[in-house]
Protein backbone atom coordinates (compact mmCIF):
# COMPACT_ATOMS: atom_id res chain seq x y z
CA UNK A 1 0.00 0.00 0.00
CA UNK A 2 1.32 3.12 -1.35
CA UNK A 3 0.36 7.31 -0.79
CA UNK A 4 2.56 9.65 -2.93
CA UNK A 5 2.73 12.73 -2.48
CA UNK A 6 4.72 15.17 -4.31
CA UNK A 7 8.05 17.05 -3.43
CA UNK A 8 7.89 20.61 -3.62
CA UNK A 9 10.88 21.04 -5.63
CA UNK A 10 11.58 19.64 -8.73
CA UNK A 11 14.86 17.80 -8.82
CA UNK A 12 16.73 15.48 -11.18
CA UNK A 13 18.00 12.69 -8.64
CA UNK A 14 20.94 10.59 -10.16
CA UNK A 15 19.29 8.10 -12.14
CA UNK A 16 20.49 4.38 -13.51
CA UNK A 17 22.13 4.26 -16.44
CA UNK A 18 18.79 2.06 -17.40
CA UNK A 19 16.16 5.05 -16.45
CA UNK A 20 18.30 7.14 -18.53
CA UNK A 21 18.17 4.67 -21.63
CA UNK A 22 14.99 4.43 -21.29
CA UNK A 23 13.55 7.66 -20.72
CA UNK A 24 15.58 8.67 -24.13
CA UNK A 25 14.25 6.11 -26.01
CA UNK A 26 10.56 7.66 -24.94
CA UNK A 27 12.15 11.27 -25.86
CA UNK A 28 11.47 11.66 -22.19
CA UNK A 29 14.87 12.00 -20.67
CA UNK A 30 14.70 16.00 -20.84
CA UNK A 31 11.57 15.64 -18.91
CA UNK A 32 11.40 17.91 -15.51
CA UNK A 33 11.65 15.06 -13.05
CA UNK A 34 9.48 15.31 -9.58
CA UNK A 35 10.97 12.11 -7.40
CA UNK A 36 7.87 11.21 -5.12
CA UNK A 37 8.10 10.98 -1.18
CA UNK A 38 7.05 7.52 -0.29
CA UNK A 39 5.15 7.94 2.84
CA UNK A 40 3.87 6.09 5.93
CA UNK A 41 3.83 2.21 5.58
CA UNK A 42 5.40 0.80 2.65
CA UNK A 43 8.89 -1.47 2.41
CA UNK A 44 8.66 -1.56 -1.17
CA UNK A 45 11.87 -0.53 -3.34
CA UNK A 46 9.24 1.06 -5.75
CA UNK A 47 10.30 4.68 -7.12
CA UNK A 48 7.31 6.33 -8.39
CA UNK A 49 8.43 10.24 -10.60
CA UNK A 50 6.39 13.07 -12.10
CA UNK A 51 8.00 13.57 -15.57
CA UNK A 52 6.77 17.20 -16.63
CA UNK A 53 7.76 17.96 -20.36
CA UNK A 54 8.11 21.24 -22.07
CA UNK A 55 5.35 21.09 -24.26
CA UNK A 56 3.11 20.41 -21.09
CA UNK A 57 2.93 16.75 -21.38
CA UNK A 58 3.51 14.88 -18.37
CA UNK A 59 3.46 11.15 -17.23
CA UNK A 60 5.11 8.78 -14.31
CA UNK A 61 7.85 6.81 -14.38
CA UNK A 62 7.34 3.60 -12.26
CA UNK A 63 10.80 2.02 -11.66
CA UNK A 64 9.55 -1.46 -10.03
CA UNK A 65 12.73 -2.91 -8.55
CA UNK A 66 10.59 -5.52 -6.80
CA UNK A 67 9.68 -7.26 -9.84
CA UNK A 68 6.02 -5.89 -9.72
CA UNK A 69 6.07 -4.39 -12.97
CA UNK A 70 4.55 -7.48 -15.03
CA UNK A 71 1.88 -8.05 -12.59
CA UNK A 72 0.80 -4.39 -12.64
CA UNK A 73 0.74 -4.31 -16.59
CA UNK A 74 -1.31 -7.27 -16.51
CA UNK A 75 -4.07 -6.24 -13.61
CA UNK A 76 -4.10 -2.74 -15.88
CA UNK A 77 -4.98 -4.50 -19.02
CA UNK A 78 -7.71 -6.08 -17.25
CA UNK A 79 -9.10 -3.12 -15.85
CA UNK A 80 -8.95 -1.04 -19.00
CA UNK A 81 -10.73 -3.77 -20.77
CA UNK A 82 -13.68 -3.19 -18.31
CA UNK A 83 -13.77 0.26 -18.80
CA UNK A 84 -12.14 0.96 -16.04
CA UNK A 85 -9.71 3.78 -15.43
CA UNK A 86 -6.32 2.27 -14.96
CA UNK A 87 -3.55 4.22 -16.23
CA UNK A 88 -3.25 4.31 -19.44
CA UNK A 89 0.62 2.70 -20.21
CA UNK A 90 2.58 4.48 -22.92
CA UNK A 91 5.66 2.56 -22.75
CA UNK A 92 7.04 -0.47 -20.58
CA UNK A 93 10.58 -2.11 -20.26
CA UNK A 94 9.71 -5.37 -17.98
CA UNK A 95 13.06 -6.36 -17.86
CA UNK A 96 14.30 -3.59 -16.23
CA UNK A 97 10.87 -3.55 -14.21
CA UNK A 98 10.43 0.17 -15.72
CA UNK A 99 6.93 1.97 -16.86
CA UNK A 100 5.99 4.70 -18.19
CA UNK A 101 2.30 5.53 -17.46
CA UNK A 102 -0.67 8.04 -17.49
CA UNK A 103 -0.18 10.89 -14.70
CA UNK A 104 -3.44 11.07 -13.02
CA UNK A 105 -2.78 13.87 -10.63
CA UNK A 106 -2.34 14.33 -7.04
CA UNK A 107 -6.14 14.63 -6.13
CA UNK A 108 -6.19 11.42 -4.03
CA UNK A 109 -8.76 10.45 -2.06
CA UNK A 110 -7.12 10.72 0.89
CA UNK A 111 -7.09 14.18 -0.19
CA UNK A 112 -10.32 14.89 -0.40
CA UNK A 113 -10.90 13.06 2.62
CA UNK A 114 -8.45 15.37 5.03
CA UNK A 115 -10.30 18.61 3.27
CA UNK A 116 -13.70 17.45 4.33
CA UNK A 117 -17.08 18.79 3.19
CA UNK A 118 -19.15 16.53 0.79
CA UNK A 119 -17.35 13.29 0.93
CA UNK A 120 -20.29 11.02 -0.33
CA UNK A 121 -20.70 11.58 -4.13
CA UNK A 122 -16.81 11.00 -4.38
CA UNK A 123 -17.20 7.82 -2.12
CA UNK A 124 -19.69 6.65 -4.05
CA UNK A 125 -18.04 6.90 -7.61
CA UNK A 126 -15.43 4.26 -5.68
CA UNK A 127 -18.48 1.62 -4.63
CA UNK A 128 -19.86 2.00 -8.19
CA UNK A 129 -16.37 1.04 -9.45
CA UNK A 130 -16.68 -1.86 -7.17
CA UNK A 131 -19.94 -2.94 -7.71
CA UNK A 132 -19.10 -2.67 -11.71
CA UNK A 133 -16.08 -4.70 -11.25
CA UNK A 134 -18.52 -7.48 -9.42
CA UNK A 135 -20.83 -7.72 -11.72
CA UNK A 136 -18.36 -8.14 -14.53
CA UNK A 137 -15.42 -9.97 -13.93
CA UNK A 138 -15.32 -13.70 -14.85
CA UNK A 139 -12.71 -15.81 -12.75
CA UNK A 140 -12.36 -17.84 -15.99
CA UNK A 141 -10.56 -15.25 -17.54
CA UNK A 142 -7.93 -14.85 -15.36
CA UNK A 143 -7.74 -18.46 -13.60
CA UNK A 144 -4.29 -18.30 -12.80
CA UNK A 145 -4.57 -15.35 -10.73
CA UNK A 146 -3.34 -15.34 -6.75
CA UNK A 147 -6.38 -16.53 -4.37
CA UNK A 148 -6.98 -15.18 -1.45
CA UNK A 149 -8.08 -18.12 0.54
CA UNK A 150 -7.54 -19.36 3.87
CA UNK A 151 -4.17 -20.50 3.88
CA UNK A 152 -3.01 -17.21 2.26
CA UNK A 153 -5.21 -14.87 4.75
CA UNK A 154 -3.48 -17.35 7.44
CA UNK A 155 -0.56 -16.40 6.21
CA UNK A 156 -0.53 -12.97 5.80
CA UNK A 157 -2.20 -12.71 9.56
CA UNK A 158 0.87 -14.94 11.07
CA UNK A 159 3.06 -11.69 10.32
CA UNK A 160 1.89 -10.98 13.63
CA UNK A 161 3.31 -13.80 15.72
CA UNK A 162 6.00 -13.48 13.76
CA UNK A 163 7.24 -10.12 14.98
CA UNK A 164 6.11 -9.83 18.40
CA UNK A 165 7.66 -13.16 18.80
CA UNK A 166 5.15 -15.12 20.99
CA UNK A 167 6.08 -18.96 21.90
CA UNK A 168 5.41 -22.00 19.45
CA UNK A 169 2.62 -23.02 21.10
CA UNK A 170 0.84 -19.57 21.32
CA UNK A 171 2.03 -19.49 17.17
CA UNK A 172 0.11 -22.57 16.67
CA UNK A 173 -3.52 -21.42 18.79
CA UNK A 174 -3.56 -18.51 16.75
CA UNK A 175 -3.35 -20.37 13.57
CA UNK A 176 -5.75 -22.68 14.98
CA UNK A 177 -7.95 -19.40 16.11
CA UNK A 178 -8.00 -18.23 12.09
CA UNK A 179 -8.77 -21.74 10.85
CA UNK A 180 -12.07 -21.78 12.74
CA UNK A 181 -13.22 -18.02 11.30
CA UNK A 182 -11.96 -17.47 8.20
CA UNK A 183 -14.09 -19.83 6.22
CA UNK A 184 -17.45 -17.40 6.22
CA UNK A 185 -15.14 -15.02 4.46
CA UNK A 186 -14.90 -17.62 1.75
CA UNK A 187 -18.45 -18.13 1.61
CA UNK A 188 -19.01 -14.63 0.19
CA UNK A 189 -18.60 -14.33 -3.88
CA UNK A 190 -15.37 -14.27 -5.06
CA UNK A 191 -14.12 -11.37 -7.61
CA UNK A 192 -11.19 -9.46 -8.80
CA UNK A 193 -9.69 -8.26 -5.45
CA UNK A 194 -7.57 -4.97 -5.77
CA UNK A 195 -5.79 -5.81 -2.36
CA UNK A 196 -4.97 -1.94 -1.71
CA UNK A 197 -8.40 0.09 -2.82
CA UNK A 198 -7.44 2.85 -0.41
CA UNK A 199 -8.10 6.32 -0.49
CA UNK A 200 -3.91 6.75 -0.70
CA UNK A 201 -4.65 5.00 -3.99
CA UNK A 202 -7.66 6.30 -5.91
CA UNK A 203 -7.48 9.50 -7.94
CA UNK A 204 -10.46 11.78 -8.77
CA UNK A 205 -9.67 12.64 -12.33
CA UNK A 206 -10.28 16.33 -13.53
CA UNK A 207 -12.90 16.75 -16.25
CA UNK A 208 -14.00 13.14 -15.71
CA UNK A 209 -17.77 11.88 -15.16
CA UNK A 210 -19.34 7.97 -14.05
CA UNK A 211 -16.94 5.60 -13.43
CA UNK A 212 -13.86 7.48 -15.53
CA UNK A 213 -13.76 9.39 -12.71
CA UNK A 214 -12.18 7.23 -10.24
CA UNK A 215 -8.15 6.59 -11.05
CA UNK A 216 -7.17 3.23 -10.03
CA UNK A 217 -3.33 3.02 -8.71
CA UNK A 218 -1.38 0.03 -7.07
CA UNK A 219 -2.79 -2.84 -7.87
CA UNK A 220 -0.52 -5.10 -8.68
CA UNK A 221 -1.50 -7.36 -5.71
CA UNK A 222 -4.46 -7.89 -7.70
CA UNK A 223 -5.73 -11.53 -6.93
CA UNK A 224 -8.65 -13.75 -6.59
CA UNK A 225 -10.96 -13.29 -3.26
CA UNK A 226 -14.42 -12.06 -1.22
CA UNK A 227 -16.19 -9.30 -2.80
CA UNK A 228 -15.91 -7.60 0.50
CA UNK A 229 -12.43 -6.71 0.72
CA UNK A 230 -11.99 -3.98 -1.40
CA UNK A 231 -15.15 -2.14 -0.09
CA UNK A 232 -13.46 -2.73 3.33
CA UNK A 233 -10.23 -1.31 2.49
CA UNK A 234 -12.27 1.81 0.76
CA UNK A 235 -13.65 2.95 4.32
CA UNK A 236 -11.47 1.00 7.00
CA UNK A 237 -8.26 2.82 6.74
CA UNK A 238 -5.52 2.75 9.64
CA UNK A 239 -4.96 6.17 9.95
CA UNK A 240 -7.58 9.05 9.44
CA UNK A 241 -10.57 6.26 8.50
CA UNK A 242 -13.47 7.31 6.79
CA UNK A 243 -16.49 8.90 8.92
CA UNK A 244 -19.03 6.53 10.44
CA UNK A 245 -21.69 7.95 8.26
CA UNK A 246 -19.74 7.82 5.06
CA UNK A 247 -18.61 4.16 6.15
CA UNK A 248 -21.73 2.70 6.61
CA UNK A 249 -23.11 4.70 3.35
CA UNK A 250 -20.60 2.99 1.21
CA UNK A 251 -22.19 -0.53 2.97
CA UNK A 252 -25.27 0.00 2.48
CA UNK A 253 -25.02 1.32 -1.11
CA UNK A 254 -23.17 -1.50 -1.86
CA UNK A 255 -25.84 -4.18 -0.37
CA UNK A 256 -28.80 -2.19 -1.81
CA UNK A 257 -27.20 -3.40 -5.33
CA UNK A 258 -27.03 -6.99 -4.05
CA UNK A 259 -30.14 -7.66 -2.63
CA UNK A 260 -29.63 -11.14 -2.57
CA UNK A 261 -26.18 -10.96 -0.99
CA UNK A 262 -26.26 -12.84 2.82
CA UNK A 263 -26.26 -9.96 5.33
CA UNK A 264 -25.24 -12.35 8.33
CA UNK A 265 -21.85 -13.52 6.43
CA UNK A 266 -20.87 -10.18 4.83
CA UNK A 267 -20.86 -8.43 8.28
CA UNK A 268 -19.58 -11.54 10.10
CA UNK A 269 -16.89 -11.30 6.85
CA UNK A 270 -16.59 -7.37 7.76
CA UNK A 271 -15.60 -7.93 11.80
CA UNK A 272 -12.56 -10.61 10.28
CA UNK A 273 -11.45 -9.41 7.34
CA UNK A 274 -11.26 -5.85 9.04
CA UNK A 275 -9.61 -7.61 12.63
CA UNK A 276 -7.32 -10.16 9.96
CA UNK A 277 -6.16 -6.66 8.10
CA UNK A 278 -5.56 -4.35 11.24
CA UNK A 279 -3.48 -7.22 13.06
CA UNK A 280 -1.13 -7.61 9.92
CA UNK A 281 -1.10 -3.47 10.01
CA UNK A 282 -0.10 -3.23 13.72
CA UNK A 283 3.12 -6.09 12.78
CA UNK A 284 3.62 -4.34 9.65
CA UNK A 285 3.78 -0.77 11.28
CA UNK A 286 5.78 -2.10 14.23
CA UNK A 287 8.55 -3.23 11.77
CA UNK A 288 8.71 -0.10 10.03
CA UNK A 289 8.78 1.94 13.91
CA UNK A 290 12.14 -0.86 14.52
CA UNK A 291 13.50 0.55 11.30
CA UNK A 292 13.73 4.24 12.45
CA UNK A 293 9.53 5.29 11.65
CA UNK A 294 9.06 6.78 15.08
CA UNK A 295 6.10 8.98 13.75
CA UNK A 296 4.04 5.70 13.58
CA UNK A 297 3.93 5.34 17.13
CA UNK A 298 1.10 7.70 17.38
CA UNK A 299 -1.02 5.43 15.26
CA UNK A 300 -0.59 2.49 16.76
CA UNK A 301 -2.99 3.35 20.00
CA UNK A 302 -6.19 3.81 17.25
CA UNK A 303 -5.15 0.51 14.99
CA UNK A 304 -5.51 -1.54 18.33
CA UNK A 305 -8.67 0.60 19.67
CA UNK A 306 -10.58 -0.19 16.42
CA UNK A 307 -9.18 -3.83 16.18
CA UNK A 308 -10.82 -4.56 19.84
CA UNK A 309 -13.75 -3.12 18.91
CA UNK A 310 -14.09 -5.61 16.03
CA UNK A 311 -13.04 -8.48 18.06
CA UNK A 312 -16.78 -8.09 19.71
CA UNK A 313 -18.08 -9.74 16.68
CA UNK A 314 -19.34 -13.17 17.97
CA UNK A 315 -17.98 -14.81 15.24
CA UNK A 316 -14.46 -14.12 16.03
CA UNK A 317 -14.61 -15.44 19.63
CA UNK A 318 -11.94 -17.96 19.36
CA UNK A 319 -9.67 -14.83 18.18
CA UNK A 320 -10.46 -13.02 20.63
CA UNK A 321 -9.68 -15.58 23.33
CA UNK A 322 -6.23 -16.02 22.07
CA UNK A 323 -5.83 -12.08 22.24
CA UNK A 324 -6.80 -11.78 25.67
CA UNK A 325 -4.81 -14.54 26.86
CA UNK A 326 -1.33 -13.00 24.86
CA UNK A 327 -1.88 -9.48 24.37
CA UNK A 328 1.23 -8.72 26.93
CA UNK A 329 3.18 -9.75 23.79
CA UNK A 330 2.23 -7.23 21.90
CA UNK A 331 1.26 -4.53 24.53
Known amino acids: MISALATDTPARPAASEAVEEFLTHHAWHMAERHPLAVTLNTLSVRRYTRLRRLDGASAMLMDCADGSAPPFVRIDHILREMGLSAPEIYAQDLASG ?70 ASACKEFEDAWRAVLPITQSLPQSLLLRDYSASNLVRRAGKTGLAACGLLDFQDAGIGPVIYDLLSLVERNRNPAPTHLAQAARDYYLNTFPHLDRAAFEASWAILSTQRRMRVLALFTLYMRQGRAELRDVLPGIKARMHNELRHPALSPVAQWVSQHEASFA
Not at 115 to 135: K, N, Q
Not at 139 to 144: F, G, T
Open 98 to 167: LLLVEDFGDDTYAKILAAGGDLWPTYRTAVDVLIHLHRNFRIESAPDLLRYDLPVLIEQVSLFTQVFAVS
